[in-house]
């Protein structure tokens, strides 16, 4: 265990489970996210005003690709990095992947009551969330499955996790 990368729709619980289960591995947690507006000291959601969608995934494949030079750690991956510039297979090829999948209605009792802290979610109405974490779920899924581990709602745990790298060391 030393290279971990977690990917999942935005509310899954990446950032979460990554700080929980470094713990339980004696590893550090990352979230690419805030790495990326740490280093351009700006929100992603400004980064999207500002400068794009196109200059945000490259910045984000490009800091991806930085943790080629680390080592021992689990990153939360943003909702849609597994889905551009070959990023999935990048992770497959450079460690161990992780999908979270959980379910449609568990990720939208979680995004109901973050909306006002995600942008493109503010301005949506129940149905309208709804809507928008089914089509981004269906367009997600192809790069999401192939993690070389899924882990559903239920397998969220981190005695799951810790499970899985046990049985790994044997």
């Not at 790495?35 to 945000?56: P, V, W």
């Not at 990720?107 to 709804?130: G, V």
């Not at 269906?138 to 070389?148: G, K, N």
Request: proline share 1%.
């Amino acid at each position: 265990m030393s290279k971990i990368f977690l990917v999942g729709m935005m509310g899954s619980g990446k950032t979460t489970c990554a700080k929980k289960w470094a713990g339980a591995v004696n590893a550090n947690a990352y979230d690419l996210d805030a790495l990326i507006e740490e280093e351009e000291g700006c929100t992603i959601s400004g980064i999207f005003a500002q400068k794009g969608e196109d200059y945000f995934r490259k910045k984000e494949s490009e800091l991806l690709r930085t943790f080629a030079q680390k080592d021992n750690f689990i990153l939360a991956t943003g909702g849609g990095a597994p889905c551009y510039y070959d990023n999935m297979q990048w992770m497959n090829e450079h460690g161990t992947t992780i999908w979270l999948n959980v379910s449609s209605g568990v990720l939208f009792s979680r995004l109901k009551h973050a909306r006002e802290h995600r942008p493109l979610l503010r301005s949506l109405d129940d149905d309208a969330l709804k809507e928008f974490i089914n089509k981004k779920m269906a367009e997600r899924e192809a790069f999401y499955s192939q993690a070389q581990h899924i882990f559903t709602d239920k397998e969220i745990t981190k005695k799951h996790f810790k499970k899985l790298f046990d049985n790994d060391d044997k």
